[in-house]
């Protein structure tokens, strides 16, 4: 138990810093620069297609070391608001 | 490493010649060769116990395993198959469903059809006395006699090839209904299983999957099997459980990713990727509505 409770610590990870992975993730997708996302626009409006949801979900629940659905983009379909939701439900 | 792209084969090169093709048979045995003769101890590390790969029933809370048989057991009681003489399972996989039709159902025998020999040669090594597993299409099928009941799961997608038009594609599942009405006794039950394309059409599937997970096959429609099976079978139920395959992968993601390090030891890096890529594109597609799953039973005519 302790060794959980200190692995949950370490793998803490704020709206901010999801925020800035899921950016820097479909910025080297879309090869764009990070900074001119609009992180309240649709993750469709940045082209990507399924294959790049799955990737980045994938990718993203490795370095939260949680099983992300990759249903929860079609739920929370912008930079922002999945990374408040990812947030809020660890 | 094993290589899921697949070479044209000689069967696939005739069609292509023939001038006016006769109705087509399905994928080749390269093509259905190249997704499942990936070792089968690789599919081992992620499938349930009994190596079915196609969608499970989620009717209530359980394992894989319990799902997985709920699935199989729908089938026989739907095809009537307990208690018949004679049984046929098209497409039968690593044949979990003959091993139940054998195991519980008070069959006579049963024949499985599949054209990938790893898959027969798995079989083998669980073998039961009434069970014959042959590596051969349907439609080179030749039975002994007639079947009392034919089930069929996860077999239909690959029936049809991308570059087939709509009349064709009825064309050729038409064949298929045709055969198995032939095959059974009257009145006798086909129990049938299949993705389809629900919202999605053919240009907006991902071509990630038919390029690599399902090399010359393309799914049906609901209306080209209607209109297939018309006048040779009546329909008695429809089920779409899209959701229910959306759940079979989301567990077949989780058990793979369980298991990574084995399985990358047995194919390669490469081939898990495809493997995650495709399970999280099927939870998407069978989630939000773009592919259904069909479960059709159907009564001789």
């Known amino acids: ?90 | 490493m094993t290589d899921l792209m697949v070479q044209p084969s000689p069967r696939t090169a005739e069609f292509l010649r023939a001038p006016t093709p006769t109705a087509y048979k399905g994928a080749s045995g390269a093509a259905i060769r190249s997704h499942y003769d990936v070792p089968s101890e690789f599919y081992a590390l992620w499938l349930d116990r009994n190596m079915m790969y196609s969608c499970a029933m989620w009717e209530k809370p359980g394992t894989l395993e319990d799902a997985q048989v709920r699935k199989i057991d729908y089938h026989i009681e739907q095809s009537q198959a307990a208690g018949k003489a004679r049984v046929l399972d098209i497409g039968c996989g690593w044949g979990g469903t003959l091993r139940r039709l054998s195991d519980v159902a008070g069959i006579g025998s049963a024949v499985g059809l599949t054209l990938s020999p790893a898959q027969a040669a798995w079989i083998a090594k669980d073998p039961r006395s009434n069970v014959d597993v042959r590596v051969e299409g349907w439609a080179d099928h030749e039975p002994t006699g007639p079947y009392g009941a034919i089930i069929s799961i996860g077999a239909l997608e690959h029936f049809a090839r991308p570059e087939l038009s709509d009349d064709d594609m009825v064309q050729a599942y038409r064949e298929f209904f045709l055969k198995c009405s032939r095959w059974l006794e009257p009145g006798g039950r086909l129990s049938l299983q299949t993705m389809a394309y629900g919202t999605a059409t053919r240009d907006k599937i991902n071509p990630f999957i038919l390029e690599h997970i399902f090399p010359e096959s393309d799914l049906p429609t609901l209306s080209a099997i209607v209109r297939a099976f018309n006048g040779v079978f009546e329909i008695e139920r429809l089920r779409n459980d899209r959701m229910d395959y959306a759940e079979t992968y989301r567990q077949y993601g989780r058990r793979l990713r369980a298991r990574r390090g084995e399985a990358v030891d047995l194919v390669g890096d490469d081939v898990v990727r495809r493997f995650e890529t495709y399970c999280g594109l099927f939870i998407l597609g069978f989630h939000t509505g773009a592919m259904d799953l069909l479960r059709l039973t159907l009564r001789k005519l």
């Open chain 1, 1 to 90: 138990m302790k060794s959980s409770a200190a692995k949950a610590v370490t793998n803490f990870r704020d709206q901010g810093a999801i925020e800035t992975w899921i950016a820097s993730y479909i910025a080297r997708v879309i090869e764009k620069d990070a900074g001119e996302l609009d992180e309240n626009a649709t993750f469709e409006s940045f082209g990507l297609d399924s294959v790049s949801v799955v990737g980045m979900t994938g990718d993203l629940g490795q370095w939260l070391e949680r099983e992300i659905d990759p249903v929860v983009v079609y739920d929370h379909p912008s930079i922002r608001g999945l990374a408040a939701y990812l947030a809020a439900s660890r």
